[in-house]
């Protein structure tokens, strides 16, 4: 048989082993507080990081969205200005009041999609009782054309109404139209004998406007005080 342990070894080993265990207890305490501690620090970096990581990814998707819309704005700008019939019926209604009138349609410059529109606005001119001519481009003073479409009058009354009905009627319906300064008119071809009293308007079509409203109106302005000389 062994050595038998004193009773001041036991009491001395007790007190030892009650001491570990109580450190043991107060180290596993302290290690669960860490593991807590630093458990929560780390869910907050994870959740900065997703934060982050969405935050990258919606201004990603905002962009693509905003390019998106550009593109689809400069496919609008590009894509040839179409006449529906739907058009055609809203703008008979808005310029019947007017039968009669003469309406003399110029294109600068002469392109197909600016042919194509001359001859698809004439139609309801033509089925509200205006009478329709069409010319070309060559026939006109031009150089001061903006694009879009420009609605012109002679000096009188009832064509400076017409002309602004016209106007309010083609932006109604989707296009950019604007009204120019009067025209000064030669009639050398008729010497004012199919319209003594000047019933008549001209609508200039240029190209189709890619660039902002005020741009135009710059031209326009410039334009002022110029005599411009149509011959009908």
């Known amino acids: 048989m062994g050595t038998p342990i004193t009773l001041s070894s036991a009491n001395r080993l007790y007190d030892i082993a009650n001491t570990l265990l ?23 970096y994870s959740n900065k990081e997703i934060a982050a990581t969405n935050e990258r990814a919606a201004t990603a998707e905002a962009r693509a969205a905003e390019s998106m819309l550009e593109l689809e704005k400069l496919r609008k700008e590009t894509e ?3 006449v529906t019939q739907e058009i055609q019926n809203l703008l008979q209604e808005k ?17 197909n999609e600016n042919e194509w529109l001359m001859r698809h606005l004439a139609s309801p001119f033509s089925l509200s009782g205006w009478k329709v001519q069409m010319r070309s481009g060559d026939d006109a003073n031009s150089h001061f054309v903006p694009d879009g479409i420009l609605v012109m009058s002679t000096p009188h009354e009832k064509s400076i109404k017409a002309a602004k009905v016209v106007t309010k009627a083609l932006n109604d319906v989707g296009f950019y139209a604007t009204t120019a300064p009067l025209l000064d008119i030669q009639n050398n071809r008729n010497n004012n004998q199919d319209d003594p009293q000047g019933d008549r308007i001209l609508i200039l079509i240029g ?12 031209e326009l302005r410039r334009i002022k005080g110029v005599s411009i000389a149509i011959v009908f």
């Open 207 to 218: 190209d189709k406007p890619i660039h902002k409203p005020h741009v135009i109106k710059e």
């Open 22 to 44: 109580i450190l043991s207890l107060v180290v596993g305490v302290l290690s669960t507080c860490v593991i807590v501690w630093m458990g929560k620090i780390k869910e907050d």
């Open 95 to 111: 310029i019947s009041g007017y039968k009669n009138h003469i309406v003399s349609f110029y294109v600068n410059p002469s392109t």
């Open 80 to 82: 040839p200005r179409k």
